[in-house]
């Protein structure tokens, strides 16, 4: 099944901005097939942003995405650091806190949405990886 965002499509290779926020769309069309409930979308708060932000089957997800176009920078997981983690819970204890009134059980995935295409060619379609539950 070929997974394709609604929002984007590109003529031209996307700058860097562009390819996440396009990276972003394809991890959530990936999650919402996977039976996700998107809460909300690149929440703030002065310690950071989280990507998306789902529900899934009872439990509050933070959903870090990481997007490549080749792999000339690595894997897109190897970004996915201990350092990153720690902060990723962080951020979503505080947004459980502001946006729960009752307790439920958290967790923190990564999705890596990897084009196989190099910098100046079409994207092509992605390769999308879904991790779960990650811990520091």
């Known amino acids: 099944m070929e997974i394709t965002p609604s929002r984007h499509?590109?003529?031209?290779?996307?700058?860097?901005?562009?390819?996440?926020?396009?990276?972003?769309?394809?991890?959530?069309?990936?999650?919402?097939?996977?039976?996700?409930?998107?809460?909300?979308?690149?929440?703030?708060?002065?310690?950071?942003?989280?990507?998306l932000i789902t529900l899934d089957d009872g439990v509050l997800v933070a959903v870090e995405v990481k997007t490549r176009r080749g792999r000339g920078w690595g894997h897109p997981f190897e970004a996915v650091t201990p350092v990153k983690l720690h902060r990723l819970h962080r951020l979503l204890r505080e947004y459980a806190a502001q946006h729960s009134g009752v307790r439920v059980p958290l967790r923190v995935d990564a999705v890596s949405v990897l084009f196989p295409a190099e910098r100046d060619t079409a994207l092509g379609v992605p390769q999308i990886e879904h991790l779960e539950d990650l811990r520091p």
Do not use: F, M
Not at 13 to 37: F, M, R
Not at 43 to 48: C, I, K, P
């Open 9 to 51: 499509q590109h003529q031209a290779p996307p700058s860097k901005d562009e390819l996440g926020l396009l990276g972003e769309e394809y991890a959530e069309t990936h999650l919402v097939a996977a039976g996700h409930i998107v809460l909300d979308r690149r929440w703030r708060s002065r310690h950071g942003e989280l990507d």
